[in-house]
């Protein structure tokens, strides 16, 4: 098991190198660990797999059934869907198929709710319903005055993104993955003889085959190899997160009509507990412009204030923002290049928590047609996750667990919830935390109300002692 943040690279040539350790990358590398007869790196440009996008999202495990039919997206996200589902029941990724109600708030959004059943039914999803006004109230009796009706998509489900991406890169690098972490891809090369060479900030990187998954970067990689297919355009979502107490007020998944603008703001649980408003769709050049604005929230009160207006009275606990890869195109840009042992993995925008197995074993299809004689397949070892969903029990409510290991019993998040047992295991795992954010994200501490108030020191203590 190798994971390195620092020092220089390995000498010798990878059979594949995948750049970018998002959920996308980590999802390929996982799915080419499958293959023992390769050796693989995921190269990652920060401290950590997952900080990028996938660690911004609304967290929807969605069924595709607004996609575009017959794009490639839609058929990713329909068997994403699927296999995250699948994979998240094995692994302990917190799911919970809440299923989403598409509200109509005038006369022109409930016209077009038989058109999205349709749509829907294109998409190979025939399980939508119409709903009049007294059922939706009876289901959402929190909801704003003045809705007509709504779709009710019974699939659509919530999940945990983090456990997510740290479940596919776990499983990566125990069946052989090197992740290498802190190592910024700066200058990409070919050539026929010796293959990739990846120029990064902790020396050169050789590979024969190379996967760009690198996010909103995927443009820039994608030119240093002589394509001009796309340019990035980060699409900025904020969201604003509500306390637990807000958790009643909303059972489903709440969705406007989609516009041609885009999405919308919606009203979901997480499952976490809490309940999330967002989120905003703006075009930007900055593609580290991941704050929040005043302007933002505002706009997303006022929208979140028509949808659920008790949501407005509830605590903050915190806000956050993800830039989506948008592109000029309306399709995934995925594309081999056999003549350069190379495969793109580009514009990835708002679905690509979802459909990230799907693109991992579509990705391994291409590179094969690149050349990569892959080798047989095989299973890999199951990997359990730390139990994160409220859904779930969390370590702290079983007693057998607390029996056999007290310090399961000994709460230092009071917010969250979270163990001394939980912050341990995290912190010796196989990719362990480097900064409190990524312990954060392991275990959920100083996530909670006080944000770190009141258990901040005593995290901190545990996360220096295990580095010391
Ligand atoms: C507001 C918002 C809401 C969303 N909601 C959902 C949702 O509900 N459901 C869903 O399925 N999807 C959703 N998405 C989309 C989903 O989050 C993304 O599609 C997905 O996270 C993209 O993953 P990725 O691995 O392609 O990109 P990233 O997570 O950005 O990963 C790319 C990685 O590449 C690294 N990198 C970049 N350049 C280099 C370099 N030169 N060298 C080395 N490393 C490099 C970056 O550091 C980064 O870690 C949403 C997105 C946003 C922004």
């Known amino acids: 098991m190798t994971v390195t ?30 293959h023992p007869r390769l050796r693989i790196a995921l190269v990652e440009a920060q401290d950590d797999v997952g900080q990028g996008t996938s660690k911004a999202n609304t967290a929807i495990l969605h069924t595709g059934f607004d996609a575009t039919p017959g794009t490639l997206e839609a058929r990713l996200v329909r068997e994403g869907h699927q296999r995250l589902a699948a994979y998240a029941a094995e692994c302990g990724i917190p799911v919970e198929e809440v299923g989403a109600l598409l509200v109509a708030w005038d006369e022109e959004q409930l016209a077009a709710l038989p058109r999205l059943a349709e749509k829907a039914e294109r998409n190979d999803y025939p399980h939508t319903r119409l709903l009049g006004a007294e059922e939706l109230y009876t289901r959402e009796p929190h909801l704003g005055p003045g809705a007509l009706g709504a779709l009710h998509v019974p699939g659509e489900s919530i999940i945990c993104p983090w456990t997510t991406t740290l479940a596919y890169a776990t499983q990566a690098v125990r069946a ?18 010796r293959g990739h060479l990846l120029t990064t900030a902790r020396g050169t990187l050789r590979a024969r085959h190379l996967v760009n998954a690198a996010g909103l970067h995927a443009d820039s990689l994608d030119r240093e190899l002589g394509h001009d297919d796309f340019t990035v355009t980060p699409r900025r979502g904020q969201l604003i997160v509500h306390d637990k107490l ?9 969705l406007p009509v989609p516009t041609a603008l885009g999405k919308g703001v919606l009203v979901a649980p997480t499952v976490y507990g809490n ?31 028509r949808i659920l207006p008790a949501l407005l009275r509830e605590e903050v606990t915190a806000v956050y ?4 890869a948008a592109t000029e195109h309306e399709d995934y840009r995925i594309h081999a290049h056999p003549g350069q042992a190379y ?5 990835i925008r708002s679905t690509g928590l979802t459909a990230s197995l799907a693109i991992a074993a579509h990705v391994v299809g291409l590179l ?31 007693p057998e667990l607390i029996a056999a290991d007290p310090e399961y019993g000994t709460l230092v998040c009071h917010c969250e919830r979270v163990s001394r047992g939980e912050i341990r295991d995290a912190l010796a795992s196989t990719i362990p935390p480097r900064t409190l954010d ?7 501490a100083r996530a909670g109300r006080c944000q770190g108030f009141y258990c901040g020191a005593a995290v901190r203590q545990l996360f220096e002692e295990a580095r010391t």
Do not use: W
């Open 5 to 34: 943040a620092q020092g220089p690279l390995p000498g010798h040539t990878y059979d594949v190198a995948v750049v970018g350790a998002g959920v996308v990358g980590c999802a390929v590398a996982r799915e080419l660990a499958r």
């Open 176 to 193: 052989g993955v090197d992740l290498h972490l802190n190592t910024r891809v700066e200058q990409l090369s070919r050539d026929a003889a």
């Open 246 to 254: 807000a958790r009643p007020l909303v059972r489903h998944i709440l």
């Open 275 to 305: 309940v999330l408003l967002g989120p905003t769709a703006e075009d930007l050049d900055d593609k580290r412009a991941t704050g929040s604005t005043a302007e933002g929230l505002a706009l997303l009160r006022e929208q979140g204030g």
């Open 321 to 324: 923002a993800g830039l989506r």
């Open 343 to 347: 495969v793109t993995v580009g514009g």
């Open 368 to 398: 094969t047609g690149t050349g990569l004689d892959a080798g047989p397949a095989r299973d890999l070892d199951p990997v359990r996750m730390p139990s994160l969903g409220e859904a779930f029990p969390r370590p702290h409510q079983r």
């Open 438 to 444: 990524g312990l954060r994200r392991r275990t959920r």
